[in-house]
């Protein structure tokens, strides 16, 4: 079974950072195709950014030079980095999981995803 637990959300002031975490339990994470996704009130979810199993990389160009998504394939777990925090970048933060070889940057991608992560950036 296979299950993915975000963690590492919370409030932060504009400009400010904060490091999301994913860990995936059973055994796909070595080849799987891994995403962020966020969705913010009356919005519909939305690509943040990928990354291949040989850690090749996607970002949407909203927070290109912002967020860096890295992967631990020895720690099952992804992670993004997101500096430089603004207002807008509020919403709930979704990890997800696609089979391998897919670009993943679209929703329909990934068949299984997290609980999500609340990200609050204040003004």
């Keep these: 079974q ?40 009356g919005k519909e979810r939305e690509f943040v950014a990928a990354i291949s199993w040989i850690s090749s990389t996607a970002y949407a160009d909203s927070v290109k ?12 777990t992804m992670y993004l980095q997101m500096n430089s925090l603004k207002p807008e970048d509020t919403a709930v933060y979704y990890c997800a999981a696609a089979p391998p070889g897919r670009q993943g940057v679209k929703v329909y991608e990934y068949n299984f995803w997290g609980q999500g992560t609340q990200v609050t950036v204040s003004s």
């Design 2 to 41: 296979v299950q993915l637990v975000e963690s590492g959300g919370g409030l932060v002031q504009a400009g400010g950072s904060l490091r999301l975490s994913c860990a995936v339990s059973g055994r796909i994470f070595s080849s799987a195709t891994m995403g962020w996704f966020r969705q913010a009130p």
């Design 65 to 76: 030079g912002r967020f860096t998504i890295s992967r631990d394939n020895a720690k099952n």
